[in-house]
């Protein structure tokens, strides 16, 4: 039985899904087998793993819920002493919302566009009958102020698409910790931040958790994150704990194998390589702006990417990074400056580019999972441009894709496969092996590691390294995550605003004495240790006073 300070206690927990294949019955799947944790009032546990470890399904069990047809089959939820996994729905309704919350990862996807904030904020206080409206709105005021958002007196009035991507993920917090519950529920509430919002947003989490004295299940997968804001953690694997401990145990003395390659991902630097003589890929002052827009989006950005080198290209959500992609690859002809590949200018705009010319630069994209047709099969999604550049047909295409598939260490048996059948790190690979398949100079690599778990990620790096050892494919990688420049870049480019703010070999980047952004940049990039969030914070606190 739970004392007095537990407020969640989960005992033997089993939770299933009904797993549907192609070609096949669907069966049941067990996804969740015989977790247990505990949780006092005011504490904060981190649940951490990769993906398909259960933590968002064991996160959202704590309000006796399972989305997309999960099914808590067995084990104990008990919420403030009672039973919830049995309950039925007239409970369920009376305590989501209230005495436990939840906040996304998505707060755009989360909020209403049509409603303004305030409205969304204090709508499931009033639901409850909590209290007044203008009890509610003065203490989703109290919180604006809390978690740092501008104007808190009238920030409430805007609609969602007024505030940035950082405000609005502390506005779900706000809307979570509005009606004083018992339990909040953080899954991933910084993983689609850039580095410098995501301090900001973690920060004013800390904080709110602090003040209102609430307990939270900080759902993550990345180490260093929930290392700043939990009083323990759990590592999930397979549905399964794999161990449980203080965070100054987990990071410092993990028991466990899994725990320690979560703690030394890319831990290792890749050593940068000197450039050739002249550039395979250079921009040349491109400026760019989209449609009517009245501001550029990109100006005078220069840049240069090597021979079998790597050019990453850093910055946050709104520099120009992706925009600087779309210009390469002709997708977004530039008002200004020239691109030019091999010493000869490429033309602008897509359209006017030879079938050569477009084979030379190919490009993989973020989420594998929009990147790919889900009616195809890895051989056809492959065998596509071999088609397409090389006219390879029947058994000299299918031994091509072979060996692609083995390049990507894939190897036999997922010829004939479709994207569902496949984890995010093997589809990204699979959408790695089709750029392979145009026999390119240069890929872009848009974001490719920032939507896959920190081993997964490691893995795909790893890769791309051995690939450009092998073929002598350059890369220009564009990324918010300082740790993958370090593990990947032999120079880089800072970007902000459109602009490029520091560019040069990695080492010189990344050495002292910064410019503000790059200093800003690199020390908002989680560390493992205890107490790093309210160091940085507090330098930042002093250095706005002095200023």
Not at 208 to 214: D, F, K, M, N, S
Not at 413 to 420: M, Q, S, V
Request: charged letters at 25%; a neutral charge; proline letters at 5%.
């Amino acid at each position: 039985m739970a004392d007095s300070d537990t407020l969640l206690e989960i005992r033997n927990l089993r939770i299933e899904a009904t797993v549907y294949a192609p070609g096949e019955k669907p069966k049941n799947a067990l996804i969740v087998d015989d977790v247990s944790l505990s949780l006092e009032r005011g504490k904060v546990m981190g649940l951490i793993g990769e993906s398909g470890a259960g933590k968002s399904t064991i996160g959202l069990a704590a309000l006796a819920y399972g989305r997309g047809g999960i099914r808590l089959t067995g084990g104990e939820i008990r919420l403030n002493g009672r039973e919830i996994r049995t309950a039925g729905p007239g409970t369920l309704r009376s305590l989501r919302g209230r005495e436990v919350t939840y906040v996304a990862q998505s707060a755009a996807a989360a909020f209403n566009p049509s409603k303004r904030i305030m409205q969304q904020v204090i709508e499931a206080t009033l639901h409850h009958n909590l209290c007044s409206q203008s009890e509610a709105e003065a203490r989703a005021v109290e919180l604006f102020r809390t978690l740092s958002l501008p104007d808190p007196e009238t920030f409430g009035k805007r609609y969602p698409h007024q505030v940035s991507g950082g405000q609005l993920q502390r506005a779900m917090t706000a809307m979570a910790l509005c009606p004083h519950p018992d339990l909040v529920i953080f899954d991933e509430p910084t993983t689609a931040l850039d580095v410098t919002t995501q301090i900001d947003v973690l920060g004013a989490i800390k904080a709110a958790i602090h003040e209102t004295g609430v307990a939270a299940l900080y759902i993550t997968h990345d180490l260093a994150v929930v290392a700043q804001v939990s009083d323990e953690i759990m590592v999930l694997r397979h549905g399964k704990m794999v161990e449980h401990g203080t965070v100054q145990q987990i990071i410092e003395a993990p028991r466990e194998d899994y725990t320690r390659a979560l703690i030394s991902v890319r831990a290792i630097e890749h050593e940068e390589k000197k450039p050739t003589a002249e550039p395979l890929l250079r921009a040349d002052n491109v400026t760019a702006r989209y449609g009517a827009m009245a501001v550029d989006v990109l100006s005078n950005v220069s840049v240069d990417l090597f021979a079998g080198q790597t050019l990453a290209l850093v910055g946050e959500s709104g520099s120009g990074k992706s925009t600087m992609a779309r210009v390469i690859t002709g997708l977004l002809p530039p008002r200004g400056g020239d691109i030019t590949f091999e010493g000869k200018p490429l033309p602008p705009a897509l359209k006017n580019r030879s079938r050569e010319e477009l084979r030379q630069v190919q490009m993989i994209y973020q989420m594998a999972d929009v990147a790919m047709n889900p009616r195809q099969t890895v051989q056809t999604i492959i065998g596509r441009p071999l088609e397409f550049y090389f006219n390879l047909r029947g058994r000299k295409r299918n031994e091509r894709i072979q060996e692609l598939l083995d390049a990507i260490e894939l190897g036999k048996g997922f010829a004939d496969r479709y994207p569902a059948e496949l984890s995010g790190g093997q589809k990204q690979r699979v959408c790695i092996a089709r750029a392979l398949a145009a026999n390119p100079k240069v890929i872009i690599c848009d974001e490719v590691t920032s939507a896959l778990d920190p081993l997964v990620a490691d893995g795909i790096l790893k890769l791309l390294l051995d690939l450009q050892k092998r073929e002598g494919v350059a890369y220009l990688f564009i990324t918010h995550d300082i740790a993958t420049v370090r593990a990947i870049a032999d120079s880089i480019a800072v970007m902000y605003q459109g602009r490029v703010q520091r560019y040069g070999t990695k080492s010189e980047v990344l050495s002292p004495p910064f410019d503000a952004y790059t200093e800003l940049l690199l020390s908002s990039v989680p560390e493992m240790k205890l107490g790093w969030l309210e160091q940085v914070l507090a330098t930042r606190r002093m250095e706005s006073a002095g200023n």
